[in-house]
Each structure stands twice: as C-alpha cells, then as structure tokens.
C-alpha cells in the first residue's frame, strides 16, 4: 500500500523558513517523481514543484521559484520543500503526491496523495 | 483566478447523474494536454479519479467518467451516492506557465 506521510509544517514568521518533510513507503521510491501541491485556506489545489525519480530535475511554479528548493533522498524513501523568504501568501496545506512515471512531462499525473501537513505564515 | 474554471458548486439527489465541466484554453486544454480528476474530501488526501482525459484507475467506479473536447473537459457522475459528496478539481499541462495547473475546484453536494 503506497503511503505518504508529511511533516515539518509550523508557524513561522514572514521572511523565515521551514523545511517539509514526505516519508514515503509502499512503492520503488526512486522509480518515480514527486511533488508537492497546496492548498491555501478556502482556496483551490495549487501546483508547487516537482523533482523527478532520480532528483536530476526539478520545476517550480513561478510564484515561488527562487525561493523554494524541492530535494529527495532516495536512500531514505523521503522527499523535502525547503521554504525560505516565507510570505503570508505561502499560508497552506502542502500535500506531497506520487507521479505516475519518473519524468515529470506534459502528461504527467499524481496518482497517490499524503493528507498534508499546515503551514502558517503570519506574524 | 485559476487557469481552468471550474463551476464552483453543483448539486444532485441521489441516483442523478451530473457533469463538472472544466474549460481552459489554446496553453492547456486545447493545446491537447490530457485533463485529470481528482476528488478531495475535506481534511484527506486527495484521490485520483480520471487520468488521461476518459481512463479510471482500478478502483475507481465506473459511475466516474471523463471526456475532453476542444479546450473543454468534463467529469460525470452517474448513480450520485451520498459519499461521493466531495471537492472535485480537474489538472491539466500549461505550455505558457510550463507546469501543472489546477481548476479553481467543484464543491458537489449530493442532496
């Protein structure tokens, strides 16, 4: 059974940081991509990054490239989101997801979800 | 504002059949980019619903289908059951973002 676990979400002032944690099980973890999505409150599911099986490639959504790095471990079945220079806007859930495939592509899907973990930027 | 809009609600009584429609445009849906489905009960994880436009994962009902058409896709719920009250988002490729984009979410109520 894939399961997906999160963890590190916090309060954290702005212009602070935080670093998420996803513990992954159930599946070849270096077989496939990840990413992470989120979700701010009363807000729909916005897409944040996403590394592929091998952590040779990474994308962001612009809303926080140069702020955000996504990083795997694959020796420890875990995927990060290293959040730096945090903005209220940033105040979310943030889900890790499982991509179908390695590669993250035009065709690309999530076919597991962790239940999340809440990040709150205020001061 | 998402990229794709979805209607924000819908409602049916149990046993109707309704339709969640998710419209895009030339950067996404219509470039050919395949819509995905995804239903989302409050405080769980999302669930995969609809891959590749029309395909259900094993375990998926078949009361869930999916169509695309032009830079329109579309989820149909037939048989409505009390448990498929939920948040449902449709996904799709952006080639003008370059990266993944979500409806901004149906809230289905089941009546």
């Known amino acids: 059974e894939v399961q997906l676990l999160e963890s590190g979400g916090g309060l954290v002032q702005p212009g602070g940081s935080l670093r998420l944690s996803c513990a992954a099980s159930?599946?070849?973890?270096?077989?496939?991509?990840l990413s992470w999505v989120r979700q701010a409150p009363g807000k729909g599911l916005q897409w944040v990054s996403v590394?592929?099986?091998?952590?040779?490639?990474?994308y962001y959504a612009g809303s926080v490239k140069g702020r955000f790095t996504i990083s795997r471990d694959n020796s420890k079945n875990t995927l990060y989101l290293q959040m730096d220079s945090l903005r209220a806007e940033d105040t979310a859930v943030y889900y890790c997801?499982?991509?179908?495939?390695?590669?993250?592509?035009?065709?690309?899907?999530?076919?597991?979800w962790g239940q999340g973990t809440l990040v709150t930027v205020s001061s | 504002q998402s990229v794709l809009t979805q209607p924000p609600s819908v409602s049916g009584a149990p046993g109707q059949r309704v339709t969640i429609s998710c419209t895009g445009s030339?950067?996404?849906?219509?470039?050919?980019?395949?819509v995905h489905w995804y239903q989302h009960l409050p405080g769980a994880a999302p669930k995969l619903l609809i891959y590749?436009?029309?395909n259900r994962p094993s375990g998926v009902p078949d009361r869930f289908s999916g169509s695309k058409s032009g830079t329109s896709a579309s989820l149909a719920i037939t048989g409505l059951q009390a448990e498929d009250e939920a948040d449902y988002y449709c996904?799709?490729?952006?080639?003008?973002?370059?990266?993944?984009?979500f409806g901004g979410g149906t809230k289905l109520t089941v009546l």
């Open positions: 590749g436009s029309t």
């Open positions: 159930g599946f070849t973890f270096s077989n496939y991509g």
């Open positions: 030339s950067s996404n849906v219509g470039a050919g980019y395949d």
């Open positions: 590394i592929s099986g091998g952590g040779d490639s990474k």
């Open positions: 997801a499982k991509d179908w495939r390695y590669y993250y592509d035009t065709r690309s899907y999530l076919d597991y």
């Open positions: 996904q799709s490729y952006d080639s003008s973002l370059s990266g993944s984009v």
